[in-house]
């Protein structure tokens, strides 16, 4: 089964809001609540961002929350930091093969 | 607080054996209702998941892997075990260990990971 599908890069400025798509099928995304987000800082290790696709683990920053519509689940960043500047996968439940994860996002603070 | 840690050879040959060990501090494997996976992301690309162990040894494994999987605990040493037979330079990855939120089959999310390891196929 193929990955999740996410945009190769998105920008924004401080202080900006941006959001990130992550779009599945009804085997995964579309019929399920488990959508969960990570975020990787260049040779470092994922970081659980959001979970059940609109929850935060304790710690996490409420600039940070996520929605799903459909086939699209989406992670979106309010009042975009300098260290929000990282990697960010999505990754969902699936009927099919258990797990997948999407190909990633690129963040780049301008 | 619970704390993951891989290790691994670095460098295995083409068609060998990749034998890989997650050690587990703060929590035990074994813990009711706890499971546990393997992550990999080969260079520069994404994130695939390769297979996950139950706190009483149930097993499941990503069915689009071409690479055979065994994934095991050995509770003895607190440690989580993966190992992957006949490699290729495909299986050239960053080799990560994580907990995982598992309800009956719905592999749910990942949390926490440990820092990984970095594994070369050479030929």
């Known amino acids: 089964q193929s990955a999740l599908t996410q945009p190769a890069s998105v920008s924004g400025s401080p202080g900006q809001s941006i959001t990130i798509s992550c779009t599945g099928s009804?085997?995964?995304?579309?019929?399920?609540?488990?959508v969960s987000w990570y975020q990787q800082h260049p040779g470092k290790a994922p970081k659980l961002l959001i979970y059940e696709v609109n929850n935060r683990p304790s710690g996490i920053s409420d600039r940070f929350s996520g929605s799903k519509s459909g086939n699209t689940a989406s992670l979106t960043i309010s009042g975009v930091q300098p260290e929000d500047e990282a990697d960010y996968y999505c990754g969902s439940y699936s009927s099919i093969s258990l797990v997948l994860f999407g190909g990633g996002t690129k963040l780049t603070v301008l | 607080q619970l704390q993951l840690q891989e290790s691994g050879p670095g460098l295995v040959k083409s068609s060998e054996t990749l034998s890989l060990t997650c050690t587990v501090s703060g929590d035990s494997v074994t813990r009711s209702g706890y499971y546990w996976g393997w992550v990999r992301q080969s260079p520069g690309k994404g994130l695939e998941w390769i297979a996950s162990i139950s706190y009483n040894g149930h097993t499941f494994q990503n069915p689009s892997l071409k690479t055979p999987v065994t994934i095991s605990l050995d509770t003895s040493q607190n440690q989580i075990s993966l190992k992957l037979r006949s490699v290729t330079a495909a299986d050239t990855s960053v080799y990560y260990c994580?907990?995982?939120?598992?309800?009956?089959?719905?592999?749910?999310?990942?949390?926490?990971w440990g820092q990984g390891t970095l594994v070369t196929v050479s030929s």
């Open positions: 009804i085997s995964n995304v579309g019929t399920y609540k488990y």
């Open positions: 994580s907990k995982i939120n598992i309800l009956s089959v719905v592999h749910n999310w990942f949390d926490p």
